[in-house]
């Protein structure tokens, strides 16, 4: 029986380890990634086909003229943040430097009149998170299937392998504590938003398959 990670694909082959995958502690790390024993999933057969579940999918709506005031008055200030960093980085990939430095403010400014979200929570983050997997992904997945839409299938691709990830750090979080984060540091891949938790970055994203060079470390934090 071989099982496949299902952030970064790493096989984990029964035959070739002589070691049933049920044996395996539940501390094993998948030794590619480090994510955890519970996100590897049995490898299907070649003749097998894949299962998905039935998302529901609303038609595209025609297009008409949109005002851009319309589409913004819809966004939170934390939404604009994240959307304004995100535009920030688009331009540090196009060269664009000055543009780059001016998403960068306003990613800044509407960052830091954010509020703070009540009843933020592990148990909060976590029902999110499992949100995306279980019905976010597949209905955009659907979406962008139904439309032809390849670039966003493979954004898809990419998104819920970080999200797999970002699940199983928390759920090593909730179980270790703090010591988990003890003495480490935290990196995140600047392309695909993978997540690594180590001395040092991956030579390569296991997501993305980009260098180490494009992981940056995450500064600021409590070393308490």
């Given amino acids: 029986m071989r099982y496949?990670?299902?952030?970064?694909?790493?096989?984990?082959?029964e035959a070739r380890e002589k070691q049933a995958f049920s044996e395996l502690p539940d501390s094993w790390r998948c030794p590619v990634c480090k994510a955890a024993k519970t996100v590897f999933v049995p490898e299907k057969k070649a003749d097998e086909p894949k299962k998905t579940a039935a998302v529901p999918v609303s038609p595209v709506p025609a297009a008409g003229p949109v005002s851009d005031e319309e589409g913004m008055e819809k966004l939170s200030v934390g939404e604009l943040s994240a959307l304004c960093s995100n535009l920030a980085r688009g331009c540090e990939k196009q060269y664009k430097d000055q543009e780059?430095?001016?998403?960068?403010?306003?990613?800044?400014?509407?960052?830091?009149?954010t509020p703070a979200e009540p009843g933020a929570d592990l148990d909060r983050l976590a029902s999110m998170i499992q949100g995306d997997l279980e019905q976010g992904y597949p209905a955009v997945n659907a979406a962008a299937g139904a439309a032809g839409d390849r670039g966003t299938k493979r954004i898809?691709?990419?998104?819920?392998?970080v999200t797999n990830m970002l699940n199983s750090l928390l759920a090593q979080y909730r179980q270790e504590g703090e010591a988990f984060l003890a003495d480490t540091e935290i990196w995140v891949c600047t392309v695909c938003g993978?997540?690594?938790?180590?001395d040092k970055p991956p030579e390569l994203c296991p997501v993305c398959r980009v260098?180490?060079?494009?992981?940056e470390k995450m500064e600021g934090r409590d070393s308490a």
């Avoid at 993978?194 to 180590?198: K, P, T």
């Fill in 4 to 13: 496949v990670c299902s952030v970064c694909g790493y096989i984990y082959d």
């Fill in 100 to 113: 780059a430095s001016l998403f960068r403010e306003l990613a800044e400014y509407f960052a830091a009149v």
């Fill in 156 to 161: 898809c691709v990419w998104g819920e392998k």
């Fill in 194 to 198: 993978f997540v690594y938790v180590g």
């Fill in 211 to 215: 260098p180490a060079w494009k992981f």
